[in-house]
């Protein structure tokens, strides 16, 4: 372990020597996951909108990439190894720039019924997906909370919704939702935002590395439901995604959650999946409300909530 963080960190500061520093009045933000799709995307948006940026990766070649990118640092982290995270922290602490953001991207995709999952698959992901977050923010509190900083989650519609053949993924990414509400309450006492952004169907490699860990002819990757896909360039780029992460960490009043879809049927199914839980949770108790008490309800919601974006 001490000689692969040895070589990462001489390669990640090799490649990222020659980018510039930024201006004084730059944001500084930690991205983790940044070597491709969301990640990628997000670490492109924010170096070329004037941030500067703590990208994080798990291999060489990765790191190198980062790193020849204005205002990007890049940094090696796998978020399951508490000793790469005292690493990164002592990185960027020595570095003397704080942290303004911690955007948690970093994350694997998986499939496969409940019996056709291995434990150690299941313990995977939810290490990479739920303890990851939770271990990056516990390190980097103290810095977060000194510059009244903002944290990003990269959630899931699958934190709402729940496809037959994703109960490992979709419990990661349930597990965020929780998460940052209570960060919201905890944190937020203390000056600190937090946010979740909760993507649809783009274009990345999670479903190509899924397939590559499980085996294309496993069970679980065959299992009946929702199949993992190698190729997703038919959905589009994740841009979208990139802009509302910068859209929370620059707006003087962020949002909770910010739902990113790129079709109006996903916009619908995981509204309708909020509305399905609701009425499940109101029926046959000694305490349910009618359909105008509910109504009521939704109204005084609404008169809070921003207009139609378009």
Known sequence: ???????????????????????????????????????????????????????????????????????????????????????????????????????????????????????????????????????????????????????????????????ENMPTYAMSKHALEALTDSLAVDLGRRGVKVSIVEPGNYNSAIGKNAIARLGAGSAAVNSTGYKASADRSNFKEPDEVAAAVEQALTEPTPKRRYLVVPNAQEAEITIRKQIEQLVQLNEGQPYSYDRTALVKMLDEALATARPPAH
């Open 1 to 163: 372990m001490q000689l692969r963080l040895l070589l990462i960190v001489g390669i990640a500061w090799t490649g990222s020597l020659w980018a510039a520093d930024p201006a004084p009045a730059a944001k500084t933000v930690l991205v983790t996951g940044a070597s491709t799709g969301i990640g990628r995307k997000i670490t492109e948006k924010l170096a070329t909108d004037g941030f500067f940026v703590y990208a994080t990766a798990r291999k060489p070649e990765d790191l190198k990439a980062l790193g020849s990118l204005r205002n990007v640092q890049a940094l090696p982290l796998d978020v399951t190894e508490p000793a790469e995270v005292a690493a990164l922290v002592k990185a960027v602490t020595e570095a003397g720039r704080g942290l303004d953001a911690l955007i948690n991207n970093a994350g694997i995709g998986s499939v496969g019924t409940v019996a056709d999952t291995s434990v150690e698959e299941y313990e995977l992901v939810m290490k990479v997906n739920a303890e990851g977050p939770w271990r990056l923010i516990k390190a980097f509190e103290p810095l977060l909370i000194e510059h009244q900083g903002r944290i990003v989650n990269i959630g899931s519609i699958s934190g709402i919704l729940a496809r």
